[in-house]
């Protein structure tokens, strides 16, 4: 049983520059949660995506966007680069329908994104 | 609002010794909270959930967990710790909703290292 996947698994940008990170929900899973977390600092909450579509938004600007496709995957997007965007960004599944419902948060490895 | 602190950031233990992180929360109404581990560089790895019932939860690892509503605490412990136990610790709650697994809040995060 797979378990959730993110890739890249290191990213390096410029400032300004835009940036897709992708993540594949463990089996069985239909939610998938965005976090950055940032170094020596705890996961902040960025959106979650349910039904393709965006269910929750933390305290961050629009230039975070994400998309969910039919088979529960999702991307995260970051335009216009900044500095402070330099994190470890991660990916957590969950499921909310049916026999697989848990409200248990399952994270992948991250992918940590540099920007200079 | 929601928050979560982990009042200790850096613990040393000895092998064998025993072991107690600390956690307190701020939450309105019924809290789901998690403890999750991450190595450097890696993921958050699920250690124990709390979310009803038995107040005293069993982890992986050796772990157990005592939720005590009165202190809002949810403390992780462990009788005898363990060389590869040395890592990062978070506590988290869950801030669920009705039609949605809802969004987690951690702490800072208690780092955790082992002397020989």
């Known amino acids: 049983d797979a378990g959730v996947t993110q890739s890249p698994t290191h990213l390096i940008k410029t400032r300004g520059q835009q940036v897709t990170l992708r993540c594949s929900p463990k089996?069985?899973?239909?939610?998938v949660s965005w976090y950055q977390q940032a170094l020596g600092q705890g996961p902040q909450f960025i959106f979650q995506?349910?039904?393709?579509?965006?269910?929750q938004r933390g305290n961050f600007p629009d230039r975070f966007s994400g998309h969910q496709f039919p088979n529960y995957s999702s991307e995260l997007n970051v335009n216009a680069l900044l500095l402070g965007d330099s994190a470890l960004y991660l990916c957590?599944?969950?499921?909310?329908?049916?026999?697989?419902?848990?409200?248990?948060?399952?994270f992948g490895p991250g992918t940590r994104l540099t920007v200079l | 609002a929601q928050s979560v602190t982990q009042p200790d950031i850096h613990i040393t233990v000895s092998e064998g010794a025993s072991l107690e992180l600390r956690c307190n929360y701020s939450?309105?109404?019924?809290?789901?909270l998690f403890w999750y581990v991450q190595s450097p560089g890696q993921g958050l790895q699920l250690l124990l959930k709390?979310?009803?019932?038995?107040?005293l939860v069993q982890g992986i690892k050796g772990f157990e967990a005592e939720f005590k509503r009165s202190q809002s605490s949810f403390n992780l412990r462990k009788p005898s710790v363990h060389w590869s136990d040395a890592a990062e610790y978070f506590c988290?709650?869950?801030?669920?909703?009705?039609?949605?697994?809802?969004?987690?809040?951690f702490g800072q995060g208690t780092t955790l290292q082992v002397k020989p």
């Open positions: 089996s069985g899973h239909d939610t």
């Open positions: 988290a709650v869950g801030v669920h909703g009705s039609s949605n697994t809802g969004k987690l809040i």
């Open positions: 939450y309105g109404a019924t809290p789901y």
């Open positions: 709390y979310f009803s019932g038995d107040t």
């Open positions: 957590a599944s969950s499921s909310v329908s049916g026999a697989s419902r848990t409200d248990t948060q399952y």
């Open positions: 995506y349910y039904e393709e579509e965006e269910r």
